[in-house]
């Protein structure tokens, strides 16, 4: 059995600016956006702290202040809730608080790419694997993505990336990996390309944003070599590792909606609005609506 050291910290990249969402991101964070009743920054939150994270990572930037202020403890609020007797809104309050002392924030000064964001991180991960969870990405199922790649580092070590098909004239909006032998839904990844063209990509299987990575890889980034975009690629210091290090793809359960696209995200308020045991059949019942009546607004 390999000495396998638990996973307890994860990075949540959120310095970006979020053109795609303006004007609605001029101020606010995109990852305040909503999906449901939480912003996103909250969803992934959830998903790490039930995958048994502990340490929560923001690597943040300018006017993003708000995404700490979100896990804060409001006093004003909850009493008022409490006095009102909203059981259920306290409730959801109360969950939205991350424990004390265990948010840690660095920043990235300047745009410069995901494996930038990620070295800014280095001094609180220290020695330590890690996680990585990118807000855009969100995955719905029962149990979370994250939670799921923790069974397969649990059983093998070394590194896990979540890895979903795409049809092959995407390949250039993704990292795409070079795979191996095929155990079940478990991948080995030989090897990872940043973006690559549709005739260049070695597979249709794209990397998700969510990782656990060995330490080592801070090395690799340390050398601020630039790739696809001009910019500083995790993938690529990804790629180096492989063939030092074990390298796994978990084929994870759930539906992915990439929330960083208008169309994603609007999907994903459909999906997370259908599974809402409150309003799910009311969603349901608006949807048909529009699909029969080919009205373009109410
Ligand atoms: C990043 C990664 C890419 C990955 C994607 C998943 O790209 O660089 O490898 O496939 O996230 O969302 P970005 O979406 O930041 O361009």
Request: include cysteine.
């Amino acid at each position: 059995m390999p000495d396998i050291k638990p996973v307890r910290k994860a990075v949540f990249p959120v310095a970006g600016l979020g053109t795609r969402f303006l004007p609605a991101t001029k101020v606010m964070p995109k990852e305040m956006l909503p999906i449901g009743d939480r912003p996103l920054i909250q969803h992934v939150y959830e998903e790490a702290r039930d995958a048994g994270i502990e340490e929560f990572i923001f690597v943040t930037g300018r006017y993003k202040n708000m995404l700490q202020e979100h896990f804060d403890y409001q006093p004003e609020l909850m009493k008022t809730l409490e006095s009102r007797g909203k059981d259920e809104m306290l409730e959801k309050v109360r969950d939205s608080q991350m424990p004390e002392g265990k948010l840690f924030t660095t920043r990235q000064a300047k745009p410069l790419g995901l494996g930038h964001a990620i070295w800014c991180a280095r001094k609180l991960i220290g020695n330590d694997p890690f996680a990585i969870l990118l807000p855009d990405d969100l995955v719905l199922n029962g149990k979370g993505c994250l939670a799921q790649m923790m069974d397969t580092y649990n059983e093998n070590g070394g590194n896990v990336i979540a890895v979903k098909d795409v049809p092959r004239e995407e390949t250039n909006k993704y990292g795409i990996v070079d795979i191996g032998k095929e155990n079940g839904n478990v991948v080995e990844v030989k090897g990872v390309i940043e973006k690559p063209a549709p005739d260049k990509a070695p597979s249709t299987l794209s990397v998700v944003g969510r990782y656990i990575l060995q330490p080592e890889v801070l090395d690799y980034l340390a050398a601020f070599e630039t790739g696809a975009g001009n910019e500083i690629q995790l993938t690529d210091s990804m790629a180096k590792l492989i063939g030092d290090q074990a390298f796994h793809g978990l084929k994870f359960k759930g539906n992915h909606y990439d929330c960083g696209s208008r169309l994603g995200f609007i999907e994903a308020n459909i999906a997370y609005g259908l599974a809402d045991e409150e309003i799910g059949n009311d969603v349901k019942q608006i949807i048909e609506n529009y699909g029969s009546n080919d009205s373009k607004a109410a």
